[in-house]
């Protein structure tokens, strides 16, 4: 099993996935930030990769991506602060990010790199399931991580069903058809949740889109395996100051 199977064999419940930019606020708060997030509850790292145009990202991600990439923020200078991450951090960690940035680098030697460091699974959202499934699938299986795609409530279940089957780790269902941050009508997404659940998927189901606090994060977990904070966690982190690590710790402290 993968370090995210075996997370979801252990703890099939409430597990939480939180979203940070990297060499956001700064540029060498990568680890800190990561360091703080296990230190305070957090199952999942999601370490988002800064890229200039993110179709999925609302406002609050976008201006933490552009800030991170002021500060100098680049797939090699994040492998390079990743090189010895797993002495310190042992919860599997998720590369997040677009393929333009990773074709750039090359698809290879970034699938050759992340798993060299120790990362455990991808989420590249515009990766079309054709492309994944004729060229770069093959790639990701050869270096042993998982990939995760992202289903949302227009979805259809024959579709749903087939990304399903190609994802592995768990199914990012995306609370709704917006960008990150918006609020959601969490009845809406109950519905969605119980749909999904009810078609008794291989992958356990992570929701994100909208989750900002304990309310929220028990709405989604009442139907999914846990769920996805990202745009609620950049805020908590901006209004924190210079203090990463205890921003972090209240942050959480209110969610878990």
């Known amino acids: 099993m993968s370090s995210i199977q075996q997370l979801f064999a252990s703890k099939p419940q409430r597990v939480l996935n939180v979203y940070c930019t990297a060499g956001y606020p700064n540029l060498d708060s990568t ?15 999601e370490l988002g990769m ?9 406002p609050v991600i976008q201006a933490s991506g552009s800030r991170a ?4 923020m680049t797939i ?28 750039q680098y090359g698809f290879e030697k970034f699938c050759a790199d992340a798993a060299a460091v120790g990362i455990s699974g991808l989420i590249l959202p515009d990766l079309p399931e ?23 409530p227009e979805t259809s279940e024959e579709r749903v069903r087939r990304l399903d089957e ?24 109950e519905q969605y949740l119980q749909r ?21 994060f028990d709405s989604a977990c009442k139907y999914a395996n846990g ?26 402290s209110e969610i878990i």
Do not use: W
């Open 76 to 103: 090699a200078t994040l492998f390079k602060q990743l090189k010895s991450f797993r002495k310190d951090i042992h919860v599997p960690v998720i590369l997040m990010g677009y393929m333009n940035p990773v074709l």
């Open 196 to 216: 999904l659940k009810a078609m008794q998927l291989k992958n356990p189901v992570l929701v994100g889109f909208g989750i900002k606090d304990r309310a929220t």
């Open 130 to 152: 054709y492309e994944f499934e004729t060229e770069y699938g093959a790639i990701i299986k050869k270096y042993g991580l998982d990939f995760i795609f992202l289903v949302t």
């Open 50 to 58: 800064p890229y200039s145009d993110p179709l999925a990202d609302g």
């Open 227 to 252: 769920a996805i904070i990202g745009t609620a966690f950049i805020r908590a982190v901006e209004q924190g100051g210079k203090d990463v690590t205890a921003a972090t710790k209240a942050f959480l």
């Open 166 to 189: 190609l994802s592995s780790g768990f199914l990012y269902a995306v609370s709704s058809s917006s960008t990150t941050g918006n609020e959601k009508d969490f009845n809406a997404v």
């Open 31 to 45: 680890l800190p930030v990561m360091q703080a997030l296990q230190a305070n509850g957090a199952d999942l790292i």
């Open 69 to 72: 990439l002021a500060n100098g």
